[in-house]
């Protein structure tokens, strides 16, 4: 191995890549979330909304917000029912307890201890108070025989001094171990120092200047290394607040006992003193803090005041997120969870999960399949309703697939002449290339991108899909297809509401993709009838008014036969009900239930001007309704028309079934094989 090689051997190092998005990691797939989100906004929910929800369940494999909110409330509660807010004080009394029995132990062996002064000394250790405050005072003069007592006693006032410092200045407790008497005197300029220059703060005096000094001379107090003094207040004011609300979160016995035993720290009030200054100061400064919150602890796990602090801490964190990954203000957005804090807290895998879906909201964004309309609502765009029609299409597509025991196949088209015209190439077509409109695109785009003859003479022409023109063929009949679904009451109450609106985006994509000589108008009928473009019908909410104006529909479909003379009329009605509203002639429209017998006439008089135009029409029964079937079936033999009752889950099969085989073909109806033939066999 080369001098080199060996070198980057012994640098290199490799683990997984925590520090932003992974520059190797694949793009976010798109596809399962616009799925799911046009299934949602399909059922009524604004592309807003449903793109929310999404992002709250996440994918299947992707966890969402709503995960990493359940873990979040998971760690809250295990910290809250692990600690218990008594850490120093048990401390304390392990140390007292010490103490005392080393003193005890002492004068039974110290023969050379005149008996009057054993029994003194004796006595005083009996009249110890119970409590650990009292207990410290009381000792607070007494003439220790024993030097590891006398030790341990010291350690109390010791610990009590580097436990309240470290409520303020993490990692205090440790630096200050085995501290001698000129370190805590440097703590003690240090705070002196540090509350003076807040208070010059307070008086809007203070300089740049001021802090840079503080630092140069206690730096070695503050490892995180502010810049300025703001980042020093923010974190000396959210650890200081997390202090307070540590103490209010105790039983008034323990408040009462720290704040006795505060006093004795270092031996002398002046710690205690400097930090009720320091406290003043930072709550001066930074009044928006939680000052007075509380969270009570009920577990078994001590936690002494520097560590209870942190735990603290750990609690608004947590609190924090739990706020953010809810996202229940208005404008809320995933660029408002603090994706450290989620990653302190949770761990490096639960911040890749929020930088996935970010990327996730970003890539739905950015592709072109969601945007902002000017009243500033996210909408599907174009491009996303035919995302979302192919997908139900290759749906339908396998189902029918599946009944008829046949292989998918692209054959549209097939059955037709050579028209003269060619267009661009999109996935699927199986037309023929046009040669020289394919190589004439790609010399074209070439010289643009500045060849020369010469360089294509060398090394040829290369082709891009881009080039790719078919030849156009033409399709033996022009269908002109009216697709009327009913928008009632009774679709929205009985959960066919989005049924119905899957099946009319596989017909719409269907037609517009694969039989685009073909005219569909998509017709809503509710209380009245109104045609409708795709984006409106699938971003249609659920109605709720009772009516079912069929007269309406079937005067907007025959409209559109009429402007197609020369076109197969195709007539499909998806509906759960009887005709229970027509219009007047002076334009109002008429209800009534049960249906009243000229809503029925002018209905069926407009369905028999349809057969008349030469409609092939197809009844989609929804529901099991007796009367209902009678109903339609006698509509249907009235014009000589099919009925067909599919499941809500074959409603877009059955109608897809509907518009390919009366397309053209006699009097062949759903099911059979006769009217295929003139289309050639369509799948995928």
Request: hydrophobic share 35%; charged share 30%; net charge negative.
């Amino acid at each position: 191995m080369s001098r080199q090689n060996r070198r980057l051997s012994r640098a290199s190092r490799y683990g997984a890549y925590v520090d932003g998005p992974d520059p190797v990691a694949p793009p976010v797939d798109v596809r399962e979330a616009l799925d799911a989100i046009g299934e949602d906004v399909m059922a009524g929910y604004s592309p807003d909304h449903a793109l929310q929800e999404f992002l709250r369940r996440g994918g299947a494999d992707q966890r969402g917000l709503d995960d990493l909110a359940r873990r979040v409330a998971e760690k809250r509660r295990e910290l809250v029912g692990q600690h218990a807010l008594d850490g120093t004080l048990r401390e304390v009394r392990e140390l007292l307890d010490r103490a005392l029995l080393e003193e005890r132990k002492q004068l039974a062996r110290d023969v050379d201890l005149d008996d009057g002064d054993r029994a003194l000394a004796e006595l005083s250790l009996d009249n110890v108070s119970p409590s650990p405050a009292a207990a410290v005072r009381d000792l607070n003069g007494y003439d220790w025989q024993s030097s590891q007592a006398r030790e341990d006693f010291e350690r109390i006032k010791d610990l009590l001094g580097r436990e309240m410092l470290d409520q303020r200045f993490a990692g205090m407790k440790d630096a200050l171990e085995n501290a001698t008497d000129a370190d805590r005197a440097a703590v003690n300029e240090m705070l002196d120092d540090l509350n003076e220059l807040l208070e010059k703060r307070q008086q809007g005096v203070d300089t740049q200047a001021d802090f840079d000094d503080f630092m140069d001379k206690h730096g070695q107090h503050f490892p995180e290394r502010p810049e300025n003094l703001d980042e020093l207040l923010d974190a000396l004011a959210q650890r200081s607040a997390a202090a307070q609300r540590m103490m209010s979160s105790m039983t008034p016995e323990q408040r009462r006992e720290l704040m006795q035993l505060s006093n004795q720290a270092f031996g002398s009030p002046q710690l205690t003193e400097a930090l009720d200054r320091l406290d003043g100061n930072l709550q001066a400064l930074r009044p928006g803090e939680d000052w007075r919150g509380s969270t009570p602890m009920d577990g078994d796990q001590g936690l002494g005041l520097g560590d209870g602090t942190g735990v603290f801490q750990d609690l608004a964190d947590l609190d924090a997120l739990a706020e953010q990954l809810a996202q229940s203000h208005r404008g809320s957005t995933l660029d408002d969870v603090d994706l450290e804090a989620l990653s302190r807290q949770l761990g490096d895998e639960a911040g890749v999960d929020l930088r996935t879906l970010k990327e996730l909201e970003k890539a739905l964004r950015d592709s072109g399949v969601m945007e902002r309309g000017t009243d500033g609502r996210l909408r599907l765009t174009p491009k996303a309703m035919r995302q979302l029609g192919k997908a139900l299409l290759r749906d339908v597509a396998s189902a029918i697939s599946g009944r008829r025991g046949q292989r998918d196949t692209r054959a549209s088209g097939a059955a037709g002449e050579r028209s003269g015209g060619t267009r661009a190439w999109e996935f699927g077509d199986t037309e023929p290339w046009d040669v020289t409109r394919t190589v004439t695109n790609a010399v074209v785009r070439t010289v643009g991108e500045g060849g020369s003859p010469a360089s294509m003479a060398r090394d040829g022409v290369r082709l891009q899909i881009g080039d790719v023109e078919v030849q156009e063929t033409e399709e033996r009949t022009q269908a002109c297809v009216a697709l009327l679904v009913d928008t009632s009451f009774s679709m929205a109450m009985d959960g066919r509401w989005v049924p119905m609106k899957r099946t009319a985006l596989a017909l719409h994509t269907l037609v517009s993709t694969r039989f685009r000589g073909d005219a569909l108008e998509l017709i809503a009928f509710g209380r009245h009838a109104e045609t409708m473009k795709i984006e409106q019908l699938t971003a249609l909410d659920a109605q709720y008014v009772k009516g079912t104006n069929l007269h309406h529909a079937l005067l907007l479909a025959n409209r559109h036969f009429r402007k197609h003379p020369n076109a197969q009329p195709v007539l499909l009605i998806v509906t759960d009900g009887e005709p229970t509203s027509h219009l007047e002639s002076s334009g109002e429209v008429y209800f009534s239930y049960p249906p009243h017998p000229v809503t029925i006439a002018l209905s069926v008089r407009e369905l028999e001007a349809s057969m008349r135009l030469g409609a092939r029409t197809t009844f989609f029964r929804l529901g099991d309704d007796p009367g209902l079937a009678r109903f339609i079936d006698q509509m249907a033999r009235q014009v000589d028309g099919s009925v067909v009752a599919p499941e809500l889950d074959d409603l877009g099969v059955a109608v897809v079934e509907s518009y390919l085989g009366t397309r053209r073909g006699g009097t062949s109806g759903p099911g059979d094989d006769g009217g295929w033939s003139s289309r050639g066999w369509w799948a995928g």
